[in-house]
């Protein structure tokens, strides 16, 4: 049989692939229709490339000396439009908590030191405004540039002493720029917009001093009304300089703080007593933040009522975690909590448990959470329930006397909160009888203010007329039945309202120029003032002056070493409101030099040294006309406080028990055994 050559032709189109078969009808007869052959499928288009990931970066900043109730005003007379513009202003606090560890300064140094590393004066170090402190604690710039090699971070400041104090910092590398402004506030926009813009900075840092220039010489008026406006326009061109960046660069994440670092006093001088005046804050984010406090109309009767809001210590954790640099649980060494994402615990406080054989912590919960989990220097100790609100840690090991320190830091299912704990644990501890070497002088002020060794000497007082008053029995340091001097207190005639009083004896008595010599002391106080002689010999209106003092600056005493326009490096050792703590200074004229100690009962045995010159030891009887307590050398702080004016009142108190000089060095070991057997020196005397 013939086959068609068109048949043909078709069948060698059809012996490839089974799908072109299917397409031909087959290979059976020519009635089968053919079918068509489909277009091949187009390619997948490639898939589109992921969006680089937002880079944040944050603006911080911070305006020194404006007092919270006429921030207030300035917002309802719409002075600042700028702050209003950013977001919500949030109530906050800075200070630490009266009467605990963490109670510091409402000044420049302590303040921004909250404020750079989100822990307060215990972490931190930072007790004055003072040069030459350290920072004991990691900043932002540390800890940010540990976590992302890359970042660059820059400060600019009104305030010459922050670049002082992150001198550290730049030295590391931390911190790339530390430009000082000199008190100029117009230098820090110029230089802090010309960071932003340059794009060179990840994190950028302004501090504004303009109110607290303007309130220090003007008080609360009309000129600090226009102060505030004035730092609201540096704020607006800040918010212009970003908003350029942001258009440029609109990869770019800036998350934006401005923070009022800390108030002023009643008459608008800078004393960072701890009163609402100086502790109440305020806080803006261009965002929303974990806390919605409504920002009270005025200042609070007690700033205790504002530890549930956020405070300066928060700043810090919140700039970590929008710059993902927050440190994890195991390493977390912040007080504050992060403003951004699930809220951490609030009211964070730890006290010794009822045996003093443990650490007993509290808490608030502003959400509720899952968990909680309490780590014990970097450990975790339990796990609680999400409704706990506090816990009781005995577990810590004691292998002899002395204070231990932790870090607790509880986490909130995922937000950690630290806090540093001491305990003073004692066993046992006798006075040692070598303390009696040397002791040439006791004044127990149990009920008298007579020497127990030197019948003839006694605590005079400078107001003419005055009588002491004693603390009630058993409120004294030293056990059931002991008294204590009230040295604010007094009945008698009253020079001025500003007076205390003070009582001194003879200058001989305490110091020499020529021989070592040692002097220790009970001392309370509330730490409510600030540049107060606790003990002097000098004329304190200067600590450059010939003499030496101790002054409390709020919750640090500071000692001091004068010859006459100069001074030796002043030294700060903290101690605890309303708790006794023991003082000793002691003085080895011919090795030139001087050792300080403060025992505290949660701060331990403190100490520090200066080496004197010759010329600092021949000036060490300073004025010598009388050793005061509570006074300086000639008796006329009191009346000369603030010019004079017996409207103006000292606040606070100061009072002592059993005031004893030695004609030798007393060592650290005596020392410590004085302050943690609470043994009374009269034990020691015939």
Request: proline share 7%.
């Amino acid at each position: 049989m013939t086959t068609p050559r068109g048949r043909l032709a078709r069948a060698a189109l059809c012996l490839t692939p089974v799908l072109l078969l299917a397409a031909c009808g087959g290979g059976g007869g020519g009635s089968t229709p053919f079918l068509p052959v489909p277009p091949p499928a187009p390619a997948p288009a490639p898939a589109p490339s992921p969006a680089p990931a937002p880079r944040p970066k944050a603006l911080v900043i911070g305006v020194d000396g404006v007092q919270y109730a006429a921030l207030q005003q300035a917002l309802g007379d719409a002075r600042m439009p700028a702050l209003q513009g950013l977001g919500t202003l949030l109530p906050s606090y800075t200070g630490g908590v009266l009467g605990q560890r963490t109670q510091q300064q409402a000044t420049d140094g302590p303040s921004w030191a909250t404020l750079l590393t989100g822990g307060w004066a215990d972490r931190h170090e930072i007790r004055s405004n003072y040069e030459g402190q350290a920072f004991g604690a990691d900043t932002v710039f540390k800890l940010l540039k540990q976590r992302r090699a890359d970042t660059r971070s820059a400060v600019v400041a009104s305030w010459s002493g922050l670049p002082q104090l992150l001198r550290t910092d730049k030295a590391a590398g931390y911190l790339e720029l530390a430009k000082d402004c000199d008190g100029s506030d117009d230098c820090v926009s110029t230089e802090a917009a010309g960071a932003l813009e340059s794009g060179g900075y990840d994190l950028v840092v302004a501090d504004y001093q303009g109110p607290a220039q303007v309130a220090d010489v003007a008080g609360y008026g009309t000129d600090y009304q226009n102060a505030l406006a004035q730092v609201d326009k540096q704020i607006a061109t800040l918010r212009s300089a970003l908003a350029r960046r942001r258009a440029a660069q609109p990869q770019e994440d800036w998350l934006v703080v401005v923070a009022t670092t800390h108030g002023l006093g009643a008459t608008g001088v800078a004393d960072g007593i701890p009163v609402p005046s100086n502790l109440a804050t305020a806080l803006v984010l261009d965002r929303r933040a974990n806390l919605d406090a409504a920002a009270p109309a005025g200042l609070p009767a007690n700033i205790a009522d504002w530890y549930g809001y956020a405070s300066t210590a928060d700043i810090a954790p919140t700039l970590l975690t929008h710059l993902s640099a927050l440190p994890a649980a195991d390493k977390y060494a912040i007080d504050g909590a992060p403003l951004l994402g699930a809220p951490g615990v609030r009211r964070l406080a730890a006290v010794a448990n009822d045996k003093r054989n443990g650490i007993r912590l509290s808490w608030t919960l502003p959400a509720p959470v899952a968990s909680i989990t309490v780590l014990r220097d970097g450990a975790a100790v339990a796990t609680l329930p999400g409704t706990a609100l506090g816990f009781e840690d005995t577990t810590m090991p004691f292998d002899a006397s002395g204070t231990y320190a932790y870090d607790y830091t509880v986490v909130a299912d995922k937000t950690p909160v630290s806090l540093r704990a001491s305990l003073d644990y004692v066993k046992p501890i006798v006075l040692l009888p070598s303390v009696a070497n040397g002791l040439t002088h006791l004044f127990p002020l149990n009920g008298a203010l007579g020497d127990r060794i030197a019948g003839g000497q006694v605590f005079t007082p400078w107001v003419k007329g005055a009588t002491a008053v004693y603390a009630a029995a058993g409120d004294g340091p030293l056990g059931s039945g002991t008294r204590a001097l009230l040295s604010t207190d007094y009945t008698g005639t009253k020079v001025c309202t500003a007076c205390d009083g003070g009582y001194s004896i003879p200058t001989a008595s305490v110091t020499s120029t020529s021989a070592p010599f040692s002097f220790g002391f009970w001392f309370r106080s509330d730490a409510t003032r600030s540049g107060m002689p606790v003990i002097s010999n000098k004329d304190w209106g200067s600590g450059s002056n010939p003499g030496i003092a101790i002054g409390q600056y709020g919750s640090a005493l500071r000692f001091n070493i004068g010859r006459g326009g100069e001074r030796v490096g002043d030294k700060d050792l903290g101690f605890s409101a309303n708790t006794w703590a023991y003082v000793v200074m002691t003085v080895d004229v011919s090795a030139l030099k001087a050792n300080y100690y403060v025992f505290d009962p949660s701060l331990g045995l403190q100490s520090s040294s200066v080496t004197l010159t010759s010329a600092f030891a021949a000036a060490l009887n300073g004025l010598n006309k009388g050793f005061s307590l509570n006074e300086d050398g000639d008796g006329g702080y009191g009346p000369n406080y603030r010019n004079g004016n017996a409207s103006n009142t000292i606040a606070g108190r100061f009072d002592f028990a059993e005031f004893a000089t030695w004609n030798r060095v007393l060592s650290a070991a005596e020392i410590e055994s004085i302050a943690r057997s609470r043994g009374s020196l009269t034990t020691l005397v015939p």
